[in-house]
C-alpha cells in the first residue's frame, strides 16, 4: 500500500504545478479536518483517482445531476457495462426518471440492442413496512415526455406504469443487463423475478439502491430474492449491488 500511494503522489506531482499541488493537498487536509467535526462517519476516498479526470464523462452527467453526487455510481455503471460487451441480447432499466441510467445503458450498447424502461413518472408507489420512513408514494416523479425525448431516438422503448403490472407490457426475448433502481422494496422485488429468468448466463442485474440506508427496502428485496439462487450479490462501495447471472449446471 504504502509503495502505490507513493507512486500515485509521485505521477500527481507530473502532472501538477508544484503551487497545484501545494494547493490540493492543502485543500484535502482541510478537508479532512472538517469532515471530523461536521460528518465523523463519512469515510473520505483518495486524491488523485484517474477517472476524476474524465472531464467528458463529467460534462456529460452534469445535464443530469448538476450536484454530481451520483457520478461515481453512473461511472461504474458505464464501466460494468463491459462485462457484457460480448453477449447479444437486450437491456432493461425499472425505473427511469429523468433518463440518465438508461442514456448510458444506451450509449453503450449502441443499436446492437433494444433497452426496454419502465417507470410510472408518478414516483414511488407506496412504501411497506420494510421500508421504513424516508421515502413516500409519489416521490421522484419525473416527466415522460422528456425521458422518452431523450430515449426514444437512441432506440429504446419506454413503458409508462406500475411495476409490476407494467412489465406484461413489453415483449422482452432475452437480457445481458437489467438496472433496478426503484429504491422500495416491493417493486425491487419485482424487477429481480422478472428480469432474472430473462437474464442470459453472464448477464448482469444492477440495484442501484443496494447500499443506502434509506433504502433498507431495496436491499432486503435483493437478498431475499438471491437467498436461494448461486450467485453472491457483490455489494460496492458506490452503493450498487451486482448480480452476475451464472450458467446453470448440469
Ligand atoms: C431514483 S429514481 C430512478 C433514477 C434513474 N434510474 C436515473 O438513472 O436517474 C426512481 C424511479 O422509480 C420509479 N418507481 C418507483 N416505484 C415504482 C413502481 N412501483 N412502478 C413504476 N415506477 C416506479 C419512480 O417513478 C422514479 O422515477
Redo the contacts with the bound molecule.
Keep these: 500500500m504504502g509503495r502505490r500511494v507513493r507512486s500515485v503522489a509521485e505521477h500527481g506531482r507530473m502532472r501538477l504545478s508544484s503551487d497545484e499541488a501545494k494547493r490540493e493537498q492543502g485543500g484535502y487536509a482541510l478537508l479532512a479536518e472538517a469532515r471530523q467535526v461536521l460528518l465523523p462517519g463519512y469515510p473520505l476516498t483518495e486524491l488523485m483517482k484517474v477517472w476524476f479526470e474524465d472531464h467528458a464523462f463529467f460534462d456529460q452527467m452534469r445535464r443530469?445531476d448538476p450536484t454530481e453526487r451520483s457520478n461515481d455510481r453512473k461511472f461504474f455503471l458505464r464501466e460494468l457495462l463491459k462485462l457484457v460487451d460480448h453477449l447479444d441480447g437486450d437491456t432493461a432499466?425499472a425505473?427511469?426518471?429523468?433518463g440518465?441510467?438508461?442514456w448510458i445503458i444506451c450509449q453503450a450498447r449502441g443499436q446492437r440492442s433494444t433497452h426496454w424502461g419502465?417507470?410510472?413518472?408518478?414516483?414511488?408507489?407506496a412504501p411497506s413496512r420494510r421500508d421504513g420512513d424516508f421515502w413516500s408514494a409519489g416521490d421522484?416523479?419525473?416527466s415522460e415526455t422528456s425521458a422518452r425525448a431523450l430515449l426514444e431516438p437512441l432506440g429504446a422503448v419506454v413503458f409508462k406504469g406500475?411495476?409490476p403490472e407494467?412489465f406484461a407490457q413489453a415483449q422482452i426475448d432475452r437480457l445481458v443487463f437489467a438496472?433496478v433502481?426503484?429504491?422500495?422494496h416491493d417493486?425491487t422485488l419485482a424487477s429481480f423475478e422478472y428480469f432474472y429468468d430473462l437474464l442470459v448466463p453472464g448477464g448482469v442485474i444492477v440495484c442501484?439502491d443496494y447500499g443506502f440506508t434509506p433504502c433498507e427496502g431495496a436491499k432486503q428485496a435483493v437478498d431475499e430474492f438471491m437467498a436461494d439462487r448461486p450467485e453472491n450479490v457483490i455489494h460496492s462501495p458506490t452503493g450498487q449491488g451486482i448480480v452476475i447471472k451464472q450458467a446453470r449446471r448440469g
Aim: proline residues 3%; negative net charge; hydrophobic residues 50%.
Design positions: 443530469f432499466e425505473g427511469v426518471y429523468e440518465a441510467a438508461s419502465f417507470d410510472s413518472f408518478e414516483g414511488l408507489s421522484l416523479a419525473a406500475w411495476i407494467v438496472h433502481d426503484v429504491d422500495i417493486p442501484d
